[in-house]
């Protein structure tokens, strides 16, 4: 290419993007989606209150669904859980269950089980195989080998989503810190289809989450044409809870509509 023609399409490629640079700015407040904003993964704390959420939600016009921990530590059995719900239920907000371990809705009445909203359950615990746990979410989670914790990942994946009593799979996809940068190959064409193929089986909703990222566009479309919903999450327990940028970002960009997202229906 001559110099000349090279600075002619420069300028003509810097005059494209100045103009569509000014297009969002001419658009400011007709911004739409095709979708109502829901963020269903968001906790509470002493300091974080269910009343600061919703002040949250009415600001930014964002409806939210609250979930805590069935566990030892947190709601530690029937009377909590009933408190839980009965606390909950005095506001506009779906009341959801983010579960830890398998097996866990044993140790609960199911009429009460049955009164909770939703149930959503990602797979950040995963056995090692000797008693030991990784707990994927944590920074220094350490893999020496990565294909040994893929299968053991897998193989902890599905048994979230053949065995338990979820409506959604949280944190699809994530990887820890130290392999995440090999994401693109370690989620193969055989793993995306054997997720999609397990929650499509059972009707489980697929969370876009706004803290890791995950899952990413090709995964999107691929469970989409297949069927599957969605859902977004923020997994916040502070001001972030229904900022949902990445969520809503890559949900415009797949061209999700309203009729694919999963809409829990309220018990009470
Ligand atoms: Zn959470």
Known sequence: MKRRTFVKNLSLSAGLVMASSVIPAACQGTEKTNFELLDLHVHTTD????????????????KFGVVDHPISWALKDDNDLKNYIEKLRKYPVYIGLQP?????????SKELLAQVDYILMDPQMVPMGNGDTWRIWEFDTYID???????????YSMEVLTKEPINIFGWP?????????DYYKLWTEDRMQQIITAAKARNIAIEINDMSHTPHEEFILKAKAQGLKFTFGSDSRNNNVGRLAYCKRIAEKCNLTAADFYVPVKKG
């Not at 974080?48 to 016009?61: D, R, V």
């Not at 830890?100 to 609960?108: A, D, E, I, Q």
């Not at 996809?173 to 940068?181: D, E, K, N, Y």
């Open 47 to 62: 300091k974080f209150t269910i009343e600061n959420i919703l002040e949250i939600g009415k600001k930014n016009q964002v």
């Open 100 to 108: 830890t371990y398998l097996g866990w809705s044993k140790n609960y």
């Open 145 to 155: 080998d990565t294909e040994d914790f893929m299968k053991r990942y897998m193989d």
């Open 173 to 181: 996809l994530f990887l820890p810190v130290c392999i995440s940068r």
